[in-house]
C-alpha cells in the first residue's frame, strides 16, 4: 500500500492505497457509443495528503462521504485536464470501513504540477505547487 503523498503520475496501473472520502461533487453523464457513462468527481485523503478521486459507473452511487476505500491497481493520471486518481479499467474500489481514519486535507496531489523526469522518461516530478488545497472542493 502506498501513502497518498507518494503517489505521482503514471501509465501504468498498479497504485494500492486506502483513503477516506471526504466529499463527491456533481455526477455527469457522458453519451460514448456504448452508451451512457456516468461519472463523479471525490475529494479523498489519507493521512499523509489529499487528492481527487473519479468514481465511474456504478462506483458513483456506491459509496457516500465517510466511506474508507481501499483502491488496488489504480491509476494517476489526466481526465480531461484534471489530474484524478482512479480504478481505471483493471483496478478495484471497495469499503473496507467508515468514519475512523485519520487525515489531511493538504498537500492535495492534484494541485501540482508535474512535468517528466529529465533523468528519466518513464517518470514525473514535482515542478510547482499550484495550489495548497483543492480548488474544486474549497475548504469550509
Given amino acids: 500500500m502506498i501513502s497518498v503523498k507518494d503517489i505521482v503520475p503514471a501509465a501504468q496501473n498498479n497504485i494500492s492505497t486506502q483513503f ?3 466529499e463527491k461533487g456533481k455526477q455527469t453523464t457522458t453519451t460514448t457509443t456504448e452508451g451512457h ?3 463523479c468527481l471525490a475529494l479523498v485523503a489519507d493521512e499523509t495528503a489529499a487528492v481527487h478521486f473519479q468514481f ?3 462506483e458513483c ?3 457516500e462521504p465517510g466511506d474508507i476505500i481501499r483502491l488496488s491497481n489504480g491509476i494517476f493520471s489526466y481526465s480531461r485536464n484534471n489530474l484524478v486518481l482512479r480504478a481505471g479499467k483493471r483496478g478495484k474500489v ?5 468514519f475512523t ?3 489531511v486535507e493538504t498537500p492535495n496531489m492534484s494541485e501540482i504540477r508535474w512535468i517528466p523526469d529529465p533523468n528519466n522518461s518513464k517518470k514525473y516530478m514535482q515542478e510547482a505547487i ?3 488545497h483543492s480548488r474544486i472542493f474549497p475548504p469550509k
Fill in 94 to 98: 471497495e469499503k473496507v470501513g467508515e
Fill in 101 to 103: 481514519m485519520t487525515f
Fill in 20 to 22: 477516506i472520502l471526504l
Fill in 56 to 58: 465511474w459507473g456504478d
Fill in 130 to 132: 499550484v495550489s495548497a
Fill in 61 to 63: 452511487d456506491a459509496f
Fill in 37 to 39: 457513462n456516468k461519472a
